[in-house]
C-alpha cells in the first residue's frame, strides 16, 4: 500500500478542483460497516455524549450524507482516513453500510496528513484537548519534514461530498482561496512558533502524564517541563502522583526537570518534591521590618534631634520597658538581649 518518494500535497491527492464531479460520485462505493477499521493509532477521540447522540439521531434520520474516505488495507478490509465518527454513530444507529470513498496509492505520510488535517478542519483547533492538538501538530511536523516543503491545507477532502442543497461551489471557492496561500504551520494554527515548539514537546510525556493535561490536572507549561524529564521518572511521578494525590505546578515541574537533567531523580526525591517539602521556602529569622509613624516621632521628638540620638533614645526606652516585665512573659533571647 505504501508508495515510495515525497509526500503529495492536498491538491496533489485529491485534485486542484474541489466539487464533486459525476465521475467522482461514482466513485461512492457502499462498504460493509465490518470491513471498516479505523487507522492506526488513530489521534482523536472519538464523540461522546450529546454530540454523538445527535449524530446518530440525524443518521438515523437521513443516513450518512457525507461518504467517509478510506485506503485498502488487506483482502475486503479498508482503514478509515476520514469519518471515524460517521462510522461510528452510523454502526450504533444500526446501519450495516456506509457510502465510502476509496483512496488508491496513498503512502503512510499521506494518510497521516488526511487523517490530521480533516480533523483539525472539522472541528478547529480550539476544540481539540490538548494531547489531540499535540499528536495533530507532530503529525503535521513530520509530514512537512518528509515533504521537505510546506503542506498546502485544503478542505478538499470534504467538499468532494458536499450535499447538493448546499451552495458547495461558493464555499469550496472561499475554503480553497484561504486554505491554498503557502503558510507556515504557526499561521494556519494562529500559534506562534514558541506555542507550537510546546506543543510539540508534549508528545514525549507518558500517556498518563499526558491525560492529566486534558483533564486540566496539570496545567499546560508545568507539563512542558515535565516533558523533558525521562521517561521512566515520568512513570515515578504518575505513581506518586496517583498514591497521594498530589498536585505539581510550575515550581514542582522545574524542581523535577532541572534534577533530571544533571543526573537521575530517585523515588524519594521525586515524593519529597511533590509534597512540596523540597523546595519550599525557609523561614527566615531576620525581624520584620518596621517603621515609626512621624506622628509618634513628633510627639516624644524635636525636629533637631538626629536620627542616631532618636535610635539611642528608643533603644533604652525598650530596654527599661522589657527589663519591668514579669519573667515569664520574656522569651529566652529577650533576656540575652538585655544581659
Do not use: C
Not at 483533564?215 to 515535565?226: D, G, Q, T
Amino acid at each position: 500500500m505504501e508508495t515510495k518518494g515525497k509526500v503529495r500535497s492536498f491538491a496533489d491527492i485529491f485534485g486542484e478542483d474541489a466539487t464533486l464531479s459525476s465521475k467522482q460520485q461514482a466513485g461512492v462505493t457502499e462498504i460493509e460497516i465490518s470491513s471498516l477499521v479505523p487507522f492506526a493509532n488513530h489521534p482523536f477521540k472519538l464523540y461522546e455524549g450529546e454530540r454523538l447522540n445527535d449524530m446518530v439521531t440525524s443518521i438515523k434520520e437521513l443516513g450518512v450524507i457525507l461518504p467517509v474516505v478510506v485506503r485498502l488495507k488487506d483482502n475486503n478490509v479498508y482503514e478509515i482516513l476520514s469519518g471515524h465518527n460517521r462510522v461510528n454513530a452510523a454502526k450504533i444507529a444500526g446501519l450495516e453500510k456506509v457510502p465510502s470513498i476509496i483512496k488508491e496509492g496513498l503512502s503512510d505520510e499521506e494518510a497521516n496528513l488526511i487523517v490530521t488535517e480533516t480533523n483539525l478542519l472539522q472541528r478547529s483547533f480550539s476544540d481539540l484537548s490538548y494531547s489531540e492538538r499535540a499528536i495533530a501538530l507532530s503529525m503535521h511536523h513530520k509530514a512537512i519534514k518528509q515533504q521537505g516543503k510546506r503542506n498546502d491545507l485544503i478542505n478538499e477532502i470534504e467538499m468532494l461530498s458536499k450535499p447538493n442543497n448546499i451552495n458547495a461551489q461558493e464555499t469550496v471557492s472561499q475554503v480553497a482561496k484561504k486554505w491554498r496561500t503557502h503558510e507556515t504551520i504557526g499561521q494556519q494554527y494562529n500559534l506562534s512558533k514558541d506555542t507550537i515548539a510546546r506543543y510539540l514537546r508534549l508528545t514525549e510525556l507518558v500517556p498518563e502524564l499526558l491525560e492529566r493535561v486534558d483533564n486540566a490536572e496539570i496545567a499546560f507549561i508545568p507539563a512542558v517541563a515535565l516533558s523533558f524529564i525521562k521517561k521512566a521518572e515520568q512513570q515515578d511521578i504518575e505513581r506518586i502522583l496517583t498514591e497521594n494525590n498530589f498536585k505539581i505546578d510550575m515550581v514542582k515541574a522545574d524542581i523535577l526537570r532541572s534534577n533530571s537533567e544533571m543526573g537521575s531523580i530517585s523515588s524519594d526525591r521525586i515524593y519529597a518534591v511533590l509534597s512540596g517539602e523540597l523546595g519550599k521556602k525557609k523561614k527566615s529569622n531576620k525581624p520584620i521590618p518596621f517603621k515609626i509613624k512621624p506622628k509618634v516621632i513628633s510627639r516624644f521628638f524635636s525636629q533637631e534631634q538626629k536620627p542616631a540620638e532618636i535610635e539611642e533614645v528608643i533603644e533604652k526606652a525598650l530596654e527599661l520597658y522589657f527589663s519591668s516585665l514579669p519573667e515569664t512573659t520574656k522569651s529566652s533571647e529577650d533576656k540575652e538581649d538585655i544581659e
